[in-house]
């Protein structure tokens, strides 16, 4: 199983880079879980927003590696990072297109309606809103009031870049109110499941997946379930339970 993911001998550094710990082992961990899914999705076109020392996408190309046609993404608002990751994927033999920008500006044209696999580990740490969107190493955790700032930017963009089939992996914090924010993208029509849930000494993680639900529809701003949605209730509990022990 190792040799599917990155290995961190292999994993470049910068001391302006975040570099791989419990937040994006639990990330790849959540791929891992969804290999053989990810395989028969086959996917296309697959984008990590904010890659860090490269240790998501890396993975995510070697999870991937038997399907050929697959073309790989990955941003950063850090130079650093940008340069690290082009490091870590060519130490290990695999190759993303890099893009030193915030969120995914300058891709919003190009890839709409295009990518089916994304992967976000986001600046989820709350903080000071002025730490925020700066182009060091604490753009990989500021996340301003609730952690919240940078996450409800990404949201929409995800929206509009994910393919018809597209799934998001995207990591938050129990103070993000992942709770919320499922609801949010139900009501944009995607159902959700957690994939990954992890406690730390200092933080409760969850890897939840969102793929665009052909059973819910839109009723003004209503989100209705027209089919069987049986997991939604079983993912709200999960999270009402686990996700907000404060």
């Given amino acids: 199983m190792a040799s599917r993911i990155a290995q961190i001998r292999l994993v470049s550094s910068h001391p302006q880079v975040y570099e791989p710990c419990d937040d994006s082992f639990a990330l790849v961990d959540a791929l891992l879980a969804d290999r053989k899914k990810l395989l028969d999705h086959r996917p296309t076109i697959c984008m990590e927003v904010g890659s860090g020392s490269g240790y998501v996408i890396t993975s995510?190309?070697?999870?991937?590696?038997?399907?050929?046609?697959?073309?790989?993404?990955?941003?950063?608002?850090?130079?650093h990072a940008v340069r690290v990751t082009h490091e870590t994927l060519e130490a290990h033999g695999v190759?993303?297109?890099?893009?030193?920008?915030?969120?995914?500006?300058?891709?919003?044209?190009?890839?709409?309606?295009?990518?089916?696999?994304?992967?976000?580990?986001?600046?989820?740490?709350?903080?000071?809103?002025?730490?925020?969107?700066?182009?060091?190493?604490?753009?990989?955790?500021?996340?301003?009031?609730?952690?919240?700032?940078?996450?409800?930017?990404?949201?929409?963009?995800?929206?509009?870049?994910?393919?018809?089939?597209?799934?998001?992996?995207?990591?938050?914090?129990?103070?993000?109110?992942?709770?919320?924010?499922?609801?949010?993208?139900?009501?944009?029509?995607?159902?959700?499941?957690?994939?990954?849930?992890?406690?730390?000494?200092?933080?409760?993680?969850?890897?939840?997946?969102?793929?665009?639900?052909?059973d819910i529809r839109m009723e003004g701003n209503e989100a209705v379930t027209i089919a069987k949605n049986r997991g939604w209730e079983f993912l709200l509990s999960q999270l009402s339970r686990l996700s907000f022990r404060r």
């Fill in 95 to 214: 190759h993303a297109e890099l893009l030193t920008t915030n969120i995914a500006a300058g891709l919003e044209k190009r890839l709409a309606g295009l990518v089916d696999v994304m992967v976000v580990n986001p600046p989820y740490v709350p903080t000071p809103e002025e730490e925020v969107g700066g182009d060091g190493i604490a753009a990989a955790w500021a996340g301003g009031e609730n952690g919240r700032s940078v996450i409800d930017k990404i949201l929409p963009i995800a929206d509009n870049l994910l393919s018809e089939k597209g799934w998001l992996y995207m990591l938050f914090l129990a103070a993000n109110d992942p709770l919320q924010i499922c609801l949010q993208m139900r009501e944009k029509g995607y159902a959700a499941k957690i994939i990954v849930q992890r406690a730390t000494e200092e933080e409760s993680l969850h890897v939840i997946k969102f793929w665009r639900d052909s």
């Fill in 60 to 79: 995510l190309a070697l999870i991937l590696q038997e399907i050929k046609t697959a073309y790989y993404f990955a941003t950063d608002i850090n130079l």
